[in-house]
């Protein structure tokens, strides 16, 4: 229910009516400043182009972020000597740090695999992959099975119905027992 107001929205001459009902034509005694509060008297109050705070408003602490940035990657970057085999090599911190998690890992450390585990979540299993894809092309023999299972792969999903397996002729067994060649 929505309340009625107290006040028409315009007076008679067409102009807005005030909420103090105060008249278009104020009298003398009205012009008078009346000081209250939230109205301070008129030698206290700001003169215009003067600031309330003078000194201005504290500055802010710059934000940690960068300088810690710059530190971390600073920190990382550094070169150390690492014994690898028989020699030794140069490589940054971050990359030791790499390796050694992943020989603590290959030793077992749950708390190297909780790390690597989610470096792997975070990147996915893709990046554990050699990046050297090989160039050499698979014996005919490795192709035909590698060809067969595809095929049947795609085959099982196009239809439910099962697809026998037939090996390439070079991988089949040309063994045959002495009975059965004279069958």
Known sequence: MARKSRTKPW???????????????PSPVEQEYKVGPGRPPKEYQ???????????????QSPIDPDLKALFLRSFNRKAK?????????????????QQLAVQFAKGDRHARRDTFMIIEKFGP?????????????????????????????????SSAPCPVIAPPDLL?????????EK
């Open 173 to 181: 067994d040309d063994d045959v027992p002495d009975d059965a060649e």
């Open 11 to 25: 007076d008679s001459g067409g102009r807005p009516k005030t909420r103090d009902h105060a008249s278009a034509s």
């Open 46 to 60: 700001w003169k215009p182009g003067q600031s309330g705070n003078p000194k201005g408003a504290k500055r802010k």
């Open 82 to 98: 690492m014994t690898d085999g028989d020699g030794e090599r140069l490589v940054t911190m971050f990359d030791a740090g790499m």
């Open 126 to 158: 893709e990046f554990l992959r050699p990046s050297t894809a090989t160039d050499e092309a698979l014996p005919a023999s490795l192709q035909a099975i590698l060809d067969t299972y595809v095929n049947r792969r795609t085959q099982k999903k196009n």
